[in-house]
């Protein structure tokens, strides 16, 4: 249990780092990029530089590079660069979430399993009917320890799993539009 709250901790302080709108979609990325390309192309370290400055980046500068390398690409294949791209971005979004949603759902499991186990102990070792009632009332109430921490995992890692599956929604739809702005302005390049 120690294990799963140790785990648990460290990926919620790792998708609050990565999951803020500074390094999936900075707000006025997408507009500069197109201010950027209203005449012309930019040059392949501008694009290297907009891959490296954010998830939302990473997609733009594939569609960029798609335009670059090949000018007469069809409507249909530089929108499959954009797809292409966006699950790349959206797996990035997703990782480790998972993770935190099996320890929200095993965690009362293992917990409850602590209790079983202990209960089991505690009625094995009475020895019959003789067994001293405040002492087994002791053992039962240290056995549910285990269930209580269970919830005490569970029930923070579960919250912040639905946080974070929230915000990953929230960027893939602002991905999808910033994609679709992106995909209509860069066909004028495409002839």
Known sequence: MLLCSVIALALIIERFSSLRASRVAPTRLLDEVLGLTSQSLPTPDVVNRLAEHSL?????????????????????????????????????????????????????????????????????????????????????????YNTALGLMVAIPSLMFYRYFRGRVEEYVLELEQSSDRMLSHLQRFTG
């Open 56 to 144: 939302l980046g990473q997609v733009l500068a594939a569609g960029l590079r798609a335009v670059s390398s090949e000018p007469k690409l069809p409507a249909a294949k530089l929108q499959q660069v954009f797809e292409l791209a966006g699950r790349r971005a959206i797996h990035q979004l997703e990782r480790y979430l998972n993770t935190l949603g099996t320890i929200a759902t095993a965690a009362p499991l293992l917990g409850l399993l602590g209790t079983v186990v202990g209960m089991i102990e505690i009625f094995g070792s009475q020895g019959g009917a003789g067994g001293n009632p405040a002492q087994m009332a002791h053992g039962i109430s240290v056995a549910l």
